[in-house]
């Protein structure tokens, strides 16, 4: 079965200031990544996924994440953050087999 | 671009009433999905379907619920009698067909309040 852990529910950072949000995943097969972004009062956004290839992923919005298989981790990183990245942020993992599992989410708080 | 669509964006029912959600996937996708959102809590996989049929569900959906795909647009999640553990954002995802990369494209939800 395939788990995902987020760790921090909440994440605070200053506007211009590195995010990382971390995501660690449990697979038994080379799983598929992604993380989703919800932002208040609407849907859940791909912002980017990793399928195969490339280990450094680059999404929308300026975010990217790094597949690390010895990590088991998919972390997900933006060099600055912005007053409107302030949104809730899901990591999930699939496989060719199975349907999506996502993490617990983490609420990124993004402070003048 | 398209996008899936779901109606209502928030329903407010008794306990005990049922509550149909409904979907329209993005039009060229085969393959069709409801997640579940209890408040502060993850999403949580309900079912997918495929082919007119349920090809994977999860221990929450269980007899209480049902999907249909009335007509070529259409997919519906239907809860037959609802108790106050059914308040949730429940979402709608759909997939299109060739290679499974697993990526789902979401609706904006509907917000089910059950009282």
């Known amino acids: 079965a395939q788990s995902v852990t987020q760790l921090g529910s909440h994440v605070s950072v200053s506007e211009g200031a590195l995010v990382l949000l971390r995501c660690n995943y449990s697979?038994?097969?080379?799983?598929?990544l992604f993380w989703y972004v919800q932002y208040p009062n609407q849907g859940l956004q791909l912002l980017l996924k990793?399928?195969?290839?490339?280990?450094l992923v680059k999404g929308i919005n300026g975010f990217e994440a790094e597949f690390k298989k010895s990590e088991t981790s998919f972390h997900l990183t933006k060099p600055s953050a912005h007053m409107s990245d302030a949104a809730e942020y899901f990591c999930?993992?699939?496989?060719?087999?199975?349907?999506?599992?996502f993490g617990k989410g983490t609420m990124l708080l993004v402070s003048p | 671009e398209p996008e899936v669509t779901q109606t209502p964006s928030h329903q407010v029912t008794q306990m005990g009433q049922e509550v149909i959600l409904r979907c329209v996937p993005i039009?060229?996708?085969?393959?069709f999905y409801w997640y579940r959102q209890i408040l502060g809590q993850k999403v949580e996989f309900l079912v997918s379907?495929?082919?007119?049929?349920?090809?994977?569900k999860s221990e929450i959906f269980d007899d209480q619920f049902s999907v249909e795909r009335p007509d070529g647009s259409n997919f519906t999640l239907k809860i037959r009698s609802t108790k106050l553990e059914d308040s949730a954002m429940y979402f709608c995802?759909?997939?299109?067909?060739?290679?499974?990369?697993?990526?789902?494209?979401f609706g904006e939800g509907s917000r089910l309040t059950v009282l």
């Open positions: 995802a759909s997939r299109g067909t060739g290679t499974n990369t697993g990526e789902l494209f």
């Open positions: 697979s038994s097969v080379p799983p598929y």
């Open positions: 990793y399928t195969t290839g490339a280990t």
């Open positions: 999930a993992v699939s496989d060719p087999y199975s349907t999506l599992t």
């Open positions: 039009s060229n996708h085969l393959y």
């Open positions: 379907f495929y082919n007119n049929e349920i090809s994977e």
